[in-house]
């Protein structure tokens, strides 16, 4: 009897051992779960669609945007518009200006000098890599200020930002601020 007694006694406090350490270890405090935050949206940016469009104006698009989605905000290609002037696939800018040409247009039109990021939709030049020729298709660049550029990257080297351009004589800000959306450094 004494050995029925203590296996009983061993069973009932093995028992109560095992579930003292199971409610230890259900009750134990747990962490914060992780919660998982969404990226934060890009801010839109915005381009001045101009040309031959139907509404011409400065519009908002999101990042990632292209040359068509601006045309399509601008209320599509205007009667005459030639499309085939333009890169419709390429990227924009925030502050870019799209000019969509008419069909009988041959060059887009020169940038005044009051104008920010004058450029056809589909010219995107390195200057550490374009010639003088090429320089010149820039708005507001013409022979002498295009092989200043070149002379100054062979001196210099290779522009690293767009701002290093200001070291160039004859660049200022206000000339800057015409080219950059026409330019790309990588």
Known sequence: ?????????????TGLLAAGILYLLVSQPRGQPVRLLPLPTPPPFQVHVVGAVNAPGVYQLARGSIVQDALTAAGGPAAGANL????????????Q???????D????????????NMASADLHLNPNTATAPELEKLPGIGPSLAQAIVEYRQSHGPFQRPEDLLQVPGIGP???????GSISLP
Do not use: C, H
């Open 174 to 180: 206000a000339k800057l601020e015409q080219i950059e």
């Open 1 to 13: 009897m004494f050995q029925r007694g203590s296996t009983f006694l061993a069973g009932t406090l």
């Open 105 to 116: 247009e041959t060059p887009p039109p020169a940038a005044s000098s009051g104008s920010s």
């Open 97 to 103: 200006q799209v000019y969509v040409p008419s069909a």
């Open 84 to 95: 085939a002037a333009i890169n419709l696939a390429a990227s924009l800018n925030d502050s």
